[in-house]
């Protein structure tokens, strides 16, 4: 799977977060503003910039931007190790979305992270892996992310919803410091604002064989980059810096956009960190 966002895109989030000027970044970078526009909008090099100077002055890391630049990509994660945890891809609007379903192995106990747009692999897999689908976790309330809920809430009304929107009603609401089992796994939650208000990254540990904890971030953060920060980018990069950078280094990271990844990955490689 490829990068959620490219070269370009990263740059220009990067301005945005800055507010660096295209005239600026293109004379850091030493390309005309129609060169970096291109670059921008495609991605693609058609003259090399100064990759020191730009970074400098779009406050990014040099050597990881330039790693960027070269195809850097998160290696495939063995999905195997946490044998009761799926991933599902939907498409709409022009964009693909992920979520994910989680399960106890002797309970099939089940929870849900974002529904995406299209609800119907999401029960094909419950009926498959006979589970019963307890909670329905919404890392944000964005459309792409929620598309699919009056659907799931439709065929599994015994499911609890949980969520940081101040709309939701307050039963639905995270509480400070709460942990929801399923039977042995623990579900844990961290504020994650910045992109979206409502925005909340779910731990999940105690995974069987002792595999490694798994955060669902929406898009707080992706494969080497960052979801928009929406007029609160100090605040979306921070948050990912003190409740996701924090994590064991192996903490396999499923954002909402993009390939999978790991805290130590993201470490040693996002630009924006």
């Known amino acids: 799977m490829n990068l959620e966002d490219h070269l370009g895109d990263i740059i220009r989030k990067a301005r945005m977060m800055s507010a660096t000027t295209a005239a600026?970044?293109?004379r850091?970078?030493?390309l005309t503003e129609t060169e970096l526009s291109g670059l921008e909008e495609s991605g693609i090099i058609s003259a090399r910039p100064d990759f020191s100077a730009l970074a400098a002055a779009i406050g990014l890391n040099a050597a990881k931007l330039e790693n960027i630049a070269s195809g850097w990509l998160?290696?495939?994660q063995d999905l195997s190790r946490w044998r009761e945890l799926r991933v599902f891809t939907t498409a709409g609007d022009g964009i693909t979305v992920n979520c994910y379903l989680a399960w106890d192995e002797l309970t099939r106990d089940a929870a849900l992270f974002d529904t995406g747009f299209d609800a119907q692999p999401i029960r094909e897999t419950i009926a498959a892996e006979q589970l019963h689908l307890r909670h329905v976790f919404i890392t944000h309330s964005h459309p792409d992310h929620i598309a699919g809920l009056g659907t799931i809430r439709g065929e599994y009304p015994s499911a609890s919803v949980h969520s940081s929107s101040k709309h939701a009603p307050v039963e639905q609401?995270?509480?400070?410091g709460a942990e929801i089992h399923l039977n042995r796994l623990r579900i844990t939650h961290r504020p994650t604002p910045?992109?979206?208000?409502?925005?909340?990254?779910?731990?999940?540990s105690h995974w069987p064989d002792n595999a490694p904890a798994v955060a669902i971030v929406g898009d707080a953060i992706f494969a080497g980059s960052m979801g928009g920060g929406n007029k609160a980018w100090e605040l979306a990069r921070s948050k990912v810096r003190e409740e996701i950078l924090t994590l064991p280094p192996e903490?396999?990271?499923c954002a909402g956009h993009g390939p999978l990844t790991t805290v130590v990955e993201e470490k040693t490689n996002n630009p924006f960190y």
Do not use: S
């Open 24 to 26: 600026v970044a293109a």
């Open 194 to 204: 910045g992109h979206a208000e409502d925005g909340v990254t779910y731990l999940i």
């Open 28 to 30: 850091a970078a030493g």
């Open 251 to 253: 903490t396999l990271i």
């Open 173 to 176: 609401r995270n509480q400070a």
């Open 74 to 76: 998160p290696p495939a």
